[in-house]
Structure formats: structure tokens, C-alpha cells
């Protein structure tokens, strides 16, 4: 049994007769109907049946058929996955933190290559330590790594253990991100201790290590316990925050286009002052391309444009 001979059957399957078949697979007729035979004799069953309007598949060729179905499916499948791409495909893959300034720059790239013939970019959310994977194991062509800058040492031997080159992409302090019909919205810096009873929403897959501001300003915590809601779905994130009265999420600075279209509000907190960073991380003997290049270009200008 051979690849070409199950398409031939299903050819004949979908035409529903051997002769437009045939013409269909620029080849003779009595070929075509040689190498059908050959293959049932092979497989010990009738594959097809002939009626008055062609050929229709038997009981036993209708199971047979559908496995081939399955089988020409997958191999078409990893043919497409792994056959030479042409010199001017747009290829590229990124893992990088749940960032809203990061998705809109992206969205913005993708843009670009509509019109384009062969086009494959992949854009993974994930942790820190999950984009550190990713670019050492060669699975994204580069990564954006984010971590509190008490961490910074850890990170970077963590990266040149990996062979891993970085670059600065900026440095900043967290938001609280709520609705804008939030109790505590009118305030333009919240008191942290009134943060206290309101729903935190969080990203159950945060970077490791890690440590909430109570650990770390021993003077912020609350003298009640705290509410939580755990996400792993960054989509669903505005949703519950309008849904959700008084919740609350920490972020990085966004674009100020996607904060009021989702009916939000960013706010600073005046014990959020441990600094966070982004950086770009990538393979010590692979540089970033050109398309790449081209993405981180335009994440720059996202910040620019959220510096105003």
C-alpha cells in the first residue's frame, strides 16, 4: 500500500466515477482502474461497488475510506509543516508577558503582511520563565522576559546560563487597572490600604520568583482577607473587570486606546514602587531577523507612544 494509490481512491470517491477520475489524475483509465484493483487485493476487501450512475463505496470501502481520509490529512499536514518555505515568507515566533502594549504592537505588525503569500507568525503569552524556555529550546525566535528589578541578577545569570543575549526594551512601575464605575476610580493615586476588601484579579501562571506587595512593603498589608480571582486567559481579563464590581488588576502601562474602549480606567498606586523590567531575550548564535527586528521596532514606538 502507497500514499498514491489511497489518493487515487479518494479521488474516485469524491467523483463518485473511475473515468473523471482519471481524467482528473492525467492518467488512463484502465491504470487507474489496475492500480484500484491491485490495492483491494492487497487490503483483502472490495473498495467500490459499480451502480447505474458510477461507483459508490461498498460497506467495508466507506471505513477503509475514512481512515484514509485521515491518514492523507496528516501527511498533508506535516508536509506543510516542514517542506521548504520560500525565501520571502514572513515567519516568525515570539513568546512574551501578558502585556496589552505588547499585543497592539503586534497586531499592528501582523498588519502589515495581509496581502503576503506564505505568512506563519506565532505569538505565545506565557510567564517569564516559560519565554526563557522557549527561546532556549529554539521554539520562538526571540522572547520578552519581564521581572522585578530585585530580580535582575537572577534573571541575567539565568539567561547567560541559558546562552542567551538581552537587550533593554524599557523600565516601569505596575498599574491597578479597574473599571472606570469603580468605587475607588476618582482617586489618581490609590491609598493601597483601600485596596483592602476589593477583588484582586491575577494571572495564575506569573513569573517565578515572585513576591506581592505585602511581602515586600511590610507596611501595605490588609488587615482582611484577600479576594482573588485566578486567570490563565488574558482575554477574559477586561470582561471580568467590568463584570466584576470592585476587582482590580495589576498591569503594565497600556495604550491609552485600549483602556477607554474597554470602559477602564488606569490608576497609580503610591506603594507600587518597585520598578519592573522588559527585555528582550534571544539565542547568542541565531541574531534576530529582519521581520523580528521589524516587531520590536514597533513595540518601541507603542512605548514612546504611552511615555507621550
Known amino acids: 500500500m502507497n500514499l498514491t494509490h489511497l489518493r487515487y481512491l479518494l479521488e474516485v470517491e469524491r467523483t463518485g466515477s473511475i473515468t473523471k477520475a482519471a481524467q482528473n489524475l492525467y492518467m488512463g483509465q484502465p491504470n487507474l482502474s489496475k492500480a484500484i484493483k491491485e490495492l483491494e487485493s492487497e487490503i483483502g476487501i472490495t473498495v467500490f461497488k459499480r451502480t447505474s450512475r458510477g461507483v459508490e463505496p461498498t460497506r467495508k470501502g466507506a471505513e477503509f475510506l475514512s481512515y484514509a481520509h485521515t491518514i492523507i490529512s496528516q501527511v498533508d499536514e ?34 502589515r503582511f ?31 522576559v519581564r521581572f522585578q528589578t530585585i530580580y535582575e541578577r537572577y534573571f541575567v545569570h539565568l539567561l547567560r546560563e541559558q546562552e542567551l543575549d538581552y537587550e533593554p526594551l524599557w523600565e516601569f512601575k505596575m498599574m491597578l487597572l479597574m ?12 491609598p493601597y490600604h483601600m485596596l483592602s476588601g476589593f477583588t484582586e484579579i491575577v494571572h495564575g501562571d506569573f513569573q517565578v520568583p515572585s513576591l506581592s506587595f505585602s511581602q515586600i512593603n511590610k507596611d501595605a498589608s490588609f488587615s482582611s482577607p484577600s479576594k482573588r480571582l485566578y486567570i490563565y486567559d488574558r482575554g477574559s481579563q477586561f470582561e471580568l473587570l467590568r463584570q466584576v464590581r470592585g476587582s482590580y488588576l495589576w498591569v503594565s502601562p497600556m495604550p491609552d486606546e485600549v483602556v477607554q474602549r474597554n470602559g477602564l480606567v488606569l490608576r497609580h498606586c503610591a506603594l507600587a514602587d518597585l520598578s519592573n523590567k522588559d527585555v528582550i531575550a534571544y539565542p547568542r548564535k541565531r541574531p534576530i531577523g529582519e521581520h523580528g527586528r521589524a516587531l520590536i521596532d514597533r513595540i518601541r514606538r507603542e512605548i514612546d507612544s504611552i511615555h507621550g
Open 78 to 111: 506535516l508536509e506543510s509543516l516542514y517542506k521548504p518555505r520560500p525565501d520571502n515568507a514572513v515567519e516568525l515566533c515570539v513568546s512574551v508577558p501578558r502585556a496589552s502594549y505588547v499585543s497592539t504592537a503586534f497586531a499592528a505588525f501582523a498588519g
Open 114 to 144: 495581509v496581502n503576503e503569500p506564505h505568512v506563519d507568525l506565532r505569538y505565545k503569552e506565557t510567564s517569564s520563565m516559560g519565554a526563557v524556555n522557549d527561546v532556549a529550546s529554539g521554539e520562538s525566535d526571540f522572547a520578552i
Open 179 to 190: 473599571s472606570e464605575t469603580h468605587p475607588l476610580a476618582h482617586y489618581d493615586d490609590v
